[in-house]
């Protein structure tokens, strides 16, 4: 029977809790964007309800579908014992309630959209079983973040600035995952799924990385011109361009990767944000 005792600590480690701050901040951002300063508290609100429900059923989701596939892996066999199955299905419901709860707080068209974003962000846990691209359908589920916070102040399409945002974030979280990914290499070999570095290899997916990132930084110089922002954001961009290069260089030595995915990447998005206040007040 799959009975696992339930604790605050655990259920956090199997959502990864911590990992929020990558799609967060840039949901925060076009927020702030849209409004040209912070929007009323139905909208941050509604914003934060909808981004942190979406995260937490999208993880929730993902591994109760690789349930079994974790088991095997030695990296996250510990993953289907922090918490019961039960508790994984309450929590990806949950998150489902959350953002559809938080959708229809803020506009009719955020409402209609919310089932599409469920689609989207459930969609990529499946891509591995057929697409070595899983990188990208990762990307798109965390573009659609600073999209969707766009709309929630605005109600309509009025702007290619959230276009340009999600796109630059896309590039960035499939950049980002292919690093993560050299992790499994092997593991995806061996069992048949499928992965940028199983089907390429490693030298490859560093460089595609590196590619992946460079036009994630000319997208987000790209937000900060058509928003209108100046020399502050621009001196957070920079220290974008530097942390990613950093991340380039660590990615290279494998005891560092770790480092490079989450520290160098946290950092990204916390620099976008802080660049977007910065400018705005």
């Given at each position: 029977m799959d009975v696992v005792k339930f604790s605050i600590r655990r259920w956090g480690e199997f959502i990864k809790v911590s990992?929020?701050?990558?799609?967060?901040?840039?949901?925060?951002?076009?927020?702030?964007?849209?409004?040209?300063?912070?929007?009323?508290?139905?909208?941050?609100?509604?914003?934060?309800?909808?981004?942190v429900g979406a995260r937490t059923a999208a993880m929730a989701f993902n591994r109760l579908a690789d349930?079994?596939?974790?088991?095997?892996?030695?990296?996250?066999?510990?993953?289907?014992?922090?918490v019961s199955k039960t508790t994984a299905y309450v929590t990806m419901v949950g998150g489902v309630l959350a953002l559809v709860g938080g959708a229809w707080v803020l506009n009719p068209l955020c409402l209609m959209l919310s089932p599409v974003a469920v689609g989207?962000?459930?969609?990529?846990?499946?891509?591995?079983?057929?697409?070595w691209g899983s990188?990208?359908?990762?990307?798109?589920?965390?573009?659609?973040?600073?999209?969707?916070?766009?709309?929630?102040?605005?109600?309509?399409?009025?702007?290619w600035v959230p276009m340009v945002l999600g796109l630059s974030v896309g590039l960035w979280v499939a950049g980002f995952d292919l690093i993560y990914a050299l992790q499994d290499r092997e593991f995806d070999q061996?069992?048949?799924?499928?992965?940028?570095?199983?089907?390429?290899?490693?030298?490859?997916?560093?460089?595609?990385?590196a590619a992946l990132h460079a036009l994630a930084v000319l997208g987000l110089g790209a937000v900060g011109w058509m928003a209108g922002l100046g020399w502050r954001y621009g001196v957070c961009w920079a220290a974008v361009c530097v942390v990613l290069w950093m991340e380039r260089h660590w990615?290279?030595?494998?005891g560092e990767r770790w480092k490079a995915f989450f520290q160098a990447n946290a950092a990204v998005s916390l620099l976008v944000l802080g660049g977007v206040l910065w400018e705005i007040f």
């Open positions: 990992h929020t701050v990558f799609a967060m901040p840039f949901g925060l951002a076009a927020m702030l964007l849209a409004a040209r300063g912070v929007p009323e508290g139905r909208v941050v609100l509604g914003v934060v309800i909808c981004l349930w079994q596939i974790d088991q095997k892996n030695p990296r996250t066999a510990a993953r289907s014992t922090l989207i962000v459930f969609f990529y846990s499946l891509t591995k079983r057929f697409t990188h990208g359908f990762l990307g798109v589920a965390l573009g659609v973040a600073p999209v969707g916070a766009w709309l929630a102040v605005r109600g309509e399409w009025d702007s061996r069992e048949g799924l499928k992965s940028f570095p199983a089907q390429f290899g490693e030298g490859a997916s560093l460089r595609m990385a990615s290279k030595v494998e």
